[in-house]
């Protein structure tokens, strides 16, 4: 069963604008994490916060957690053409498994 | 490092047939895992292999779904009879074994993956 529901499932921005998605949850979890996924290919890692973190940073990347209301959100700032693809949160739970949620398609106009 | 490696990249099959997938995992990586993703959704996690013990296979489709590590490097994943509903992607993916805090989280890496159209 998926865990995580992403919001909104399709999002459409111009270049250069920030991109916003929200990731809601069930259960408690050790960490939550997002992923990237381009048309065609497989995951890929972008960020992990712990169950004991607010916010973290990376890069172009925020991303923050409120474990009391069971959501987390990932902001991309100043998007680029290149960040269009799927991207996907992930709840850990137990010691390694990841349930993934359904995914935002974000795609970026130039 | 080598990424995780997967074949064959794309099958397609008529239902009822046989299909094997195989997943080389990168070097080193203790805990493997096999995904479902059907299109427009997120990927569901069918079998999860720490070296060559199965951890979790509880969303496994046992009666058409198997899986094996033998060796604790890579795996074969196998569907016999296939039908309809089986068309997806399956990916593969490899994290590296962690303590069993639960708080360190684990960091998985996927493979390109194969795409099952079954006919």
């Known amino acids: 069963s998926q865990q995580g529901e992403e919001d909104p499932q399709a999002l459409s921005i111009q270049e250069g604008e920030n991109a916003t998605m929200n990731c809601s949850y069930k259960t408690s979890i050790n960490n939550l994490q997002w992923y990237r996924q381009n048309s065609g290919r497989g995951l890929v890692h972008l960020i992990l916060i712990r169950s004991n973190e607010r916010e973290k940073h990376s890069g172009r990347l925020r991303v923050t957690l409120d474990t009391s209301k069971k959501s987390s959100s990932l902001l991309i700032t100043a998007s680029r053409a290149a960040d269009t693809a799927s991207y996907f949160c992930a709840t850990g739970q137990g010691a390694q498994k990841l349930v993934f949620g359904q995914g935002t398609r974000l795609t970026i106009n130039p | 490092e080598a990424g995780v490696a997967q074949s064959p990249r794309y099958k397609i099959i008529e239902k009822r047939q046989s299909v094997a997938f195989w997943c080389n995992p990168i070097?080193?990586?203790?805990?493997l895992y096999w995904y479902q993703q059907i299109l427009g959704q997120g990927p569901k996690l069918l079998i999860q292999?720490?070296?060559?013990?199965?951890?979790?296979d509880s969303q496994l489709p046992k009666d058409r779904f198997s899986a094996e590590r033998l060796k604790g490097v890579d795996s074969t994943l196998k569907i016999q009879p296939a039908k309809l509903e089986d068309s997806a992607v399956y990916l593969c993916?490899?994290?590296?074994?962690?303590?069993?805090?639960?708080?360190?989280?684990?960091?998985?890496?996927f493979g390109a993956g194969t795409r099952l159209s079954v006919l």
């Open positions: 993916a490899s994290s590296r074994a962690v303590g069993t805090s639960g708080l360190m989280g684990n960091i998985q890496y």
């Open positions: 070097s080193g990586h203790a805990t």
């Open positions: 292999f720490q070296n060559n013990g199965v951890v979790d």
